[in-house]
Nanobody
């Protein structure tokens, strides 16, 4: 089992920045790929970004490419999402997720690809 706890959400004006953190515990985190998803009210949970076990490969949704950056620090068992140039449409609950990374080179982007989830952190972008 892997336990995930997100933090860093909050309220920002459009154009602002925010950094989300996800702290993992329970297993050797460097064996796991990680991802960020978001869910707006009344909508499905959508993929945002994913990162491989060692941080060597990342992949982003088109809607956040060039604005968001996913990173990880396995020594701290943590994954981060740096969000810049925030837009009102980025408003959502953001979830951290993890799954075993078998080092096949695959990108994991679907909700069903991930086995472990955090409780979510609210991000609101509004003037």
């Amino acid at each position: 089992q892997v336990q995930l706890v997100e933090s860093g959400g909050g309220l920002r004006q459009p154009g602002g920045s925010l950094r989300l953190s996800c702290a993992a515990s329970g297993r050797t985190f460097s064996n796991y790929a990680a991802g960020w998803f978001r869910q707006a009210p009344g909508k499905e949970r959508d993929f945002v970004a994913t990162i491989s076990w060692n941080g060597g490969r990342t992949y982003y949704a088109d809607s956040v490419k060039g604005r968001f950056t996913i990173s990880r620090d396995n020594a701290k068992n943590s994954v981060y999402l740096q969000m810049n140039s925030l837009k009102p449409e980025d408003t959502a609950v953001y979830y951290c997720a993890a799954r075993r990374d078998y080092r096949t080179g695959a990108y994991y982007t679907a909700v069903d690809d991930f086995d472990y989830w955090g409780q979510g952190t609210q991000v609101t972008v509004s003037s």
